[in-house]
């Protein structure tokens, strides 16, 4: 995608994960980018490894301040912003709902939702002059669903996300900026890991070690991993999908499809007959 080339990127949450791995793909693509996480450790070296590719800004997207000084980092390092891709994400709160505490409630929606609307915003201040832009943020196909197995407010923060991206895609389109969401499925990365305190390459190794666990929860039969998502986020990102906004793109392996089919010969033969009886 020699579209993206030159341009400049700003990812939440780039330490670890499809952050990360969507940060190397666009540096590979030509693309500078500005990594921004809470891992200072990783997000330093990470900047080192891709060098004049990119730089690195420690980021809390629940602060508006530094939300806005990563987008300022963007502008004063590189003269511009071209995307904005709100990656950041925890799981959250969990627990059933007579036992959710409100303070667990409003630390999952600041880094899952109002984090996106920070990172919304604040692209769209540097892209309206521009007259063109990209913002993509992650969502998940917990948002789309009750059915999908998820804490209560990931779920909640999640179909926030994606109705968000409708929403604002309305309002910027004509300012020339796209506004997409993609919702991933069961991806194995280090989240998981870190929702038992795990950090760094623990963290990294124990997401490739759970990954066989995810191989058979959807009809493509491996694991979903960051790398599959980070394409899609390119492709929104990039000219070629220049007509496409408003959009919640499912990146799944085909688990919203469905449970398995398989044929049923025997429910087939009850039908057949019911159809005979009546007929």
């Known amino acids: 995608m020699g579209d ?27 693309t500078r980018v500005v990594i921004t996480d809470i891992d200072d450790q990783t997000g330093y070296e990470m900047a080192r490894q891709l060098g004049t590719m990119a730089t690195y800004v420690h980021t809390d997207v629940a602060e508006e301040t530094d939300i806005e000084a990563a987008v300022g980092q963007a502008m004063a390092a590189f003269g511009r912003l071209d995307i904005m891709v709100n990656n950041a994400g925890v799981s959250g709160v969990q627990g059933g709902i007579a ?7 409003d630390a999952t929606m600041a880094v899952l939702l109002r984090g996106v609307y920070l990172g919304i915003k604040h692209a769209a201040r540097a892209m309206k002059p521009q007259r063109c832009g990209a913002i993509v943020s992650n969502a998940s196909i917990a948002g789309l669903s009750t059915a999908i197995s998820a804490p209560h407010i990931y779920k909640v923060a999640k179909a926030g996300v994606i109705h968000l991206t409708g929403s604002v895609a309305v309002e ?20 998981f890991a870190h ?25 493509i039969r491996r694991a ?46 009850t039908l057949k007959a019911a ?5």
């Open 99 to 105: 036992d959710i505490p409100a303070d667990g409630y």
């Open 172 to 191: 910027l389109g004509p300012s020339g900026i796209r506004v997409n969401c993609v919702c991933p499925g069961f991806i194995a990365t280090p989240m």
């Open 275 to 279: 159809l005979d009886d009546q007929g």
């Open 195 to 219: 929702d038992v305190g795990m950090a760094g390459s623990a963290a990294a190794q124990t997401a490739e070690r759970i990954a066989p666990l995810f191989d058979n929860l959807q009809p």
């Open 4 to 30: 993206l080339e030159g341009k400049v990127a700003v990812i939440t949450g780039a330490a670890s994960g499809i952050g990360r791995a969507t940060a190397e793909l666009f540096a590979a693509h030509g």
């Open 224 to 269: 979903g991993r960051a790398g599959d998502i980070a394409e899609a986020i390119l492709w929104l990102a990039s000219d070629k999908a220049s007509f496409v906004t408003g959009h919640a793109l499912v990146v799944d392996g085909g688990v919203t499809a469905g449970a398995e089919w398989a044929p049923d010969p025997a429910l087939a033969a």
